[in-house]
């Protein structure tokens, strides 16, 4: 297996951590994950990772009556920050150095956001875990992912989804959708095709940042994407 890439942004949601029951984080299902996360590293490649929080809480859905957003969403951000420190743990029991940066300051279990220590950290083949988002209300995890992707200058931004690519049509309830192998974020906005929040898809195209999206729904998954072996599909 040759990898395609040097260094990668993996986004995945928080519900990819939670398995069936789609809530909370679900034992083998994070092992799993981590396990092809660690496959990749060996291979030399230097993998950044961001987590969602959408397995505990999304401030724009969960939001109690009369809490304001910006509190709502810093209930989300503390969420992917839970993420983080679970899969930084998992990795370490399998052996992989792992570094949780959060843009959400939580200085008692895991480092505040540094450029400059984050970059030394993947040098240093650390697996970077990238928590807490943007650290600001109203935006996504996607939107923290594209924005840590152009900041470490990675190759590539790999969003992993249910579906193994970017379709003109919902898959799963059209049987004769056409799955794209390439397109343009103009296209992706356009369309509004549902497959990342708008304006992280803005965002990586103001910076040229590529996007693959692949399916994370079988072992390796991450792998194979990464060595070019999964349906995919490239906004570029
Ligand atoms: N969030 C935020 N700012 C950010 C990133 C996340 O406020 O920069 C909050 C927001 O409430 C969001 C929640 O954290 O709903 C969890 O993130 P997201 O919904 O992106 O998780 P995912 O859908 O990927 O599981």
């Given at each position: 297996m040759t990898p395609e890439y040097n260094r990668v942004l993996l986004k995945i949601s928080g519900e990819g951590l939670a398995?069936?029951?789609?809530?909370g984080i679900d034992a083998e299902v994070i092992m799993t994950l981590a396990e092809d996360i660690a496959q990749v590293s060996k291979l030399g490649v230097e993998v950044c990772l961001v987590i969602g929080g959408g397995n505990f809480f999304r401030g724009a859905k969960n939001?109690?009556?009369?809490?304001?957003r910006s509190v709502a969403d810093q209930i989300g951000m503390m969420a992917t920050v839970m993420n983080a420190l679970a899969m930084r743990s998992v990795l370490q029991s399998i052996g992989v150095k792992a570094t949780v940066y959060s843009g959400f300051s939580v200085p008692q279990a895991c480092e505040s956001y540094q450029f400059e220590k984050a970059i030394r950290s993947l040098e240093n083949k650390e697996v970077v875990i990238f928590a807490g988002?943007?650290?600001?209300?109203?935006?996504?995890t996607d939107t923290g992912a594209a924005l840590r992707a152009v900041e470490m200058h990675c190759d590539i931004l790999m969003k992993a989804t249910q579906v193994d690519g970017v379709y003109d049509a919902d898959p799963r309830f059209n049987s004769a959708a056409k799955r794209y192998d390439e397109i343009s974020y103009a296209d992706v906005l356009n369309k509004h095709l549902?497959?990342?929040?708008m304006t992280a898809v803005a965002f990586a195209g103001e910076n040229n940042l590529p996007v693959k999206v692949f399916a994370?729904?079988?072992?390796?998954a991450l792998l194979n994407a990464v060595c070019g072996k999964a349906k995919s599909t490239t906004i570029k």
């Open positions: 398995g069936s029951s789609k809530i939001a109690l009556a009369g809490m304001d988002g943007t650290g600001c209300p109203y935006f996504t549902n497959v990342m929040d994370l729904n079988e072992k390796n």
